[in-house]
């Protein structure tokens, strides 16, 4: 069974940094695309950042030039730098991944923003 297992949330003050990690495992494949989502309390699901097993990337508007996805496909696991947080980015994360013939999410891991 893949799972995928989120890491590095927590509490930051406006303006600070978090780097977020997500590692599948029980898989043998390599991963297609992951992705990052958020989803603030009363609020819609949104995708943040993704990236490609050939390493494009792509970022919501809203978070380009402060968030930065990496990853190591060959690990199957891929990273969330956010910097210049701001307090209406407080969410909780969600790690994404689509593997072939198959799709799995983390169970995710909040980010609040607060001074």
């Known amino acids: 069974q893949v799972q995928l297992v989120e890491s590095g949330g927590g509490l930051v003050q406006p303006g600070g940094s978090l780097r977020l990690s997500c590692a599948a495992s029980?898989?043998?494949?390599?991963?297609?695309?992951m992705k990052w989502y958020r989803q603030a309390p009363g609020k819609q699901r949104e995708e943040v950042a993704g990236i490609t097993s050939g390493g494009n990337t792509n970022y919501a508007d809203s978070v380009k030039g402060r968030f930065t996805i990496s990853g190591d496909n060959g690990k199957n696991t891929v990273y969330l730098q956010m910097n210049s947080l701001k307090p209406e980015e407080t969410a909780v994360y969600y790690c994404?991944?689509?593997?072939?013939?198959?799709?799995?999410w983390g169970q995710g891991t909040q980010v609040t923003v607060s001074s």
């Open positions: 029980g898989t043998r494949f390599r991963f297609n695309v």
């Open positions: 994404y991944a689509d593997f072939p013939g198959y799709r799995v």
